[in-house]
């Protein structure tokens, strides 16, 4: 079964420092897509950065950064400065060629000033 | 464009009570979906769409009806409300890779 697993339920950060989102997954898939979504207060669901299986370089995204190990079936969130307005629901997600995204159970990020 | 709407934002119902959740989106996109979110869990998948005509059944579609007859339009259909349904209601377009989210429906079923 495909499954998401993000172990971190909370985490916390000083405003301006650096913190990284662990999430890992488990698939019998060779060529499929990862994400990280933020879910503020609005409930809104907003794409943070994606990443395609077959590419071997980690995607950026301003001050967002992945460490994709596909090995490990291992997707890591880094964000560095972080702000205030990082403070949200981030869920890791994956897909395949289908329109189902599997979601993981996500991590609150508390950002401190 | 106003990307992924979603109509309405907050609805009351009683249990038994039939309703549709509008979901529009003005990208011309060809894959739509439907997904609940529940307190401490992410999304699940309920119904989807390849396009106009065509849907399929999600990981939890029980109760839950949906039809394409548009490219634009993707209705959600609670049949018989049960409270097991309240939940936080969302629809989503899809282009190549990325899916784009509408804002939400928060639902609550006496």
């Known amino acids: 079964a495909q499954t998401v697993t993000q172990s971190q339920p909370e985490m916390s950060v000083q405003e301006a420092e650096t913190v990284t989102l662990s999430c890992t997954y488990d698939t019998s898939e060779s060529d499929y897509y990862l994400f990280w979504y933020k879910q503020p207060p609005s409930r809104q669901m907003i794409l943070v950065i994606r990443?395609?299986?077959?590419?071997?370089q980690n995607a950026t995204e301003n001050r967002f950064s992945v460490n994709f190990q596909k090995a490990a079936k291992s997707f890591s969130l880094k964000i560095s400065d972080s702000q205030l307005g990082d403070a949200a629901m981030y869920f890791c997600?994956?897909?395949?060629?289908?329109?189902?995204?599997?979601f993981g159970t996500g991590t609150r990020l508390q950002v401190f000033p | 464009n106003a990307g992924v709407t979603q109509t309405p934002k907050f609805q009351v119902l009683k249990t038994g009570q039939s309703m549709t959740l509008q979901c529009a989106q003005d990208m011309n996109h060809e894959y739509m979906s439907w997904y609940r979110q529940d307190p401490g869990m992410g999304l699940r998948l309920i119904h989807y769409?390849?396009?106009?005509?065509?849907?399929d059944q999600g990981e939890v579609p029980n109760g839950y009806n949906v039809s394409r007859s548009t490219t634009e339009d993707f209705p959600l259909r609670l049949l018989s409300a049960a409270p097991s349904q309240t939940s936080v209601y969302f629809c989503?377009?899809?282009?190549?890779?990325?899916?784009?989210f509408g804002p939400g429906t928060r639902l609550l079923v006496l």
């Open positions: 989503a377009s899809r282009i190549y890779g990325t899916q784009y």
């Open positions: 769409s390849v396009g106009a005509g065509i849907t």
């Open positions: 990443q395609e299986a077959y590419k071997q």
């Open positions: 997600a994956y897909r395949v060629n289908t329109d189902k995204l599997i």
